[in-house]
């Protein structure tokens, strides 16, 4: 099993807390999009400790129940225990990472890796056009819990938001550069600094000052099939 360090540590022995990778690489992911770091009160643990856990457990001084060593989901690496308020975070948004909720009865705090990472960067077709794939590209791109084109007009507005926030924050610094007010409206102001955000990051592929819509996105879809289009939120409002 390929484990990874995670960037907070364990409460519970106060070393680096530790996940199979591909779960490690979950929980990364949604601190960037804004989970509250710092809250893990157990992750990882080794068959020893596993049974020190256990025996704690029979000697009736753990609140929590031990699973028999060799059969919890800590040992394998899946397991995660979380403290608020990240817990309250993942609650809501840990399914779209692959988190599932209350698979141990009264056991608020754990969730297990069990479901599939949509938030990880895949390769998208280059349309033109502003369709589903692109939608949920985007919606990674800018750390929004969202899977295809929002709905309602509510939603919209939301995404919207967050990719006016997410150009401001690409060009920031930028001489000249205005940031766009957030108003979650997607006018000329805000495909234009679509466009000044794109020239700064996709380098192969910049959309000239008198560029289609189509152009626009095309490249818009470059640089989100490459990663070059998107900060995580700690980087946003850091």
Request: glycine residues 10%.
């Amino acid at each position: 099993m390929k484990v990874r360090t995670l960037s907070d540590k364990n409460r519970r022995n106060g070393k680096p807390a530790w996940l199979r990778a591909d779960a490690a690489g979950s929980y990364e992911r949604m601190k960037a999009a804004g989970m509250p770091g710092g809250c893990v009160s157990d992750a990882g643990r080794t068959n020893d400790e596993q049974w020190e856990m256990y025996r704690l457990y029979k000697a009736g001084k753990l609140k929590a129940t031990a699973a028999y060593p060799g059969t919890s989901k800590h040992e394998t690496g899946i397991a995660l225990d979380l403290n608020e308020p990240a817990r309250k975070w993942v609650r809501k948004y840990g399914k779209y990472y692959g988190w599932r909720k209350d698979l141990v009865r009264n056991e608020p705090w754990h969730f297990e890796f069990r479901g599939k990472d949509r938030s990880k960067h895949v390769k998208i077709k280059r349309t033109g056009e502003l369709d589903a794939a692109t939608y949920r590209a985007i919606s990674r791109a800018v750390a929004r819990p969202r899977i295809n084109k929002p709905p309602k007009p509510a939603g919209q507005r939301a995404f919207w938001r967050k990719v006016q926030r997410q150009v401001n924050a690409i060009m920031r610094g930028t001489k000249g550069w205005a940031p766009l007010e957030r108003d979650g409206l997607p006018g000329p102001a805000t495909w234009e600094g679509i466009r000044l955000s794109l020239r700064k990051t996709n380098r192969l592929h910049k959309p000239g000052k008198n560029a289609s819509a189509k152009r626009v996105i095309t490249c818009w879809q470059r640089a989100l099939r490459a990663g070059k289009w998107g900060r995580s939120i700690k980087e946003i409002n850091g």
